[in-house]
């Protein structure tokens, strides 16, 4: 999935965050990693880590590397928000985020919308959970690997026009409206399946480590 354009560097960055930790390895060799705050108590001796970002206010213990600055914990931005910012800044065009799912619901559903702002930055973004993979897409929507595992595409933001799929059990209306459940609960029957879309589209691959 995603664009591959001759001349532009691609860099590879991973992002950790303060949900349920990622049970499985995580492969940071060439990536940028960063850590949020209370994250660091699951992935420290697991995970190498570049920079920690944060409050710190989930934290018991100086985390190594020592951060550079430690921001308030009264602040108009999540840590995941300010560690994304600069992900962004740093050049990535692929980043992983391992930790987002679990833990309070609120944080979740902000952990979703860092999966939007950095595709709409033009990051090629997921979240990698215990059973599930997330991440935002639009255009062609490739899926490989794919045949017997569940996956949803929903709207996200706006209405979600389908123009086309394959390899998918069920077929998608034309019009998804954001708020409506219809791209819930899909099966791929195929090795590879796409969905080409309109629009912005949230999309939850479900079936163990994907």
């Known amino acids: 999935m995603g664009a591959h354009y001759i001349g532009v560097k691609e860099v590879k960055g991973i992002l950790l965050l303060n949900g349920e930790p990622y049970p499985y390895p995580i492969a940071t060799e060439g990536a940028l990693v960063y850590c949020c705050d209370g994250a660091y108590s699951w992935a ?3 995970v190498r880590i570049d920079k920690n970002v944060g409050d710190f206010d989930s934290l018991d213990e100086v985390p190594v590397p020592a951060p550079e600055e430690i921001y ?14 600069k992900l962004i800044y740093a050049g990535v065009t692929e980043l992983e985020i391992y930790g987002g799912g679990g833990g309070r619901e609120d944080h979740f559903i ?21 059973d599930s993979v997330i991440f935002a897409g639009s255009g062609k929507i490739e899926l490989n690997s794919i045949r017997g595992k569940t996956l949803s595409v929903l709207p996200f933001g706006a209405p979600l026009h389908i123009m086309d799929s394959s390899g998918l059990k069920y077929s998608y209306p034309e019009v998804i409206g954001y708020g409506e459940c219809r791209g819930i609960s899909n099966v791929a029957v195929s ?20």
């Open 44 to 46: 420290k001796g697991k």
């Open 72 to 85: 308030p914990s009264e602040k108009n931005f999540t840590d995941g928000e300010i560690a994304l910012f």
């Open 110 to 130: 902000g952990n979703l919308h860092l999966l939007y702002r950095a595709h709409v930055s033009g990051v090629k973004c997921r979240m990698f959970n215990k």
């Open 191 to 210: 090795d590879r399946a796409f969905v080409e879309v309109e629009g912005v589209a949230l999309v939850i691959i479900n079936g163990g480590e994907v």
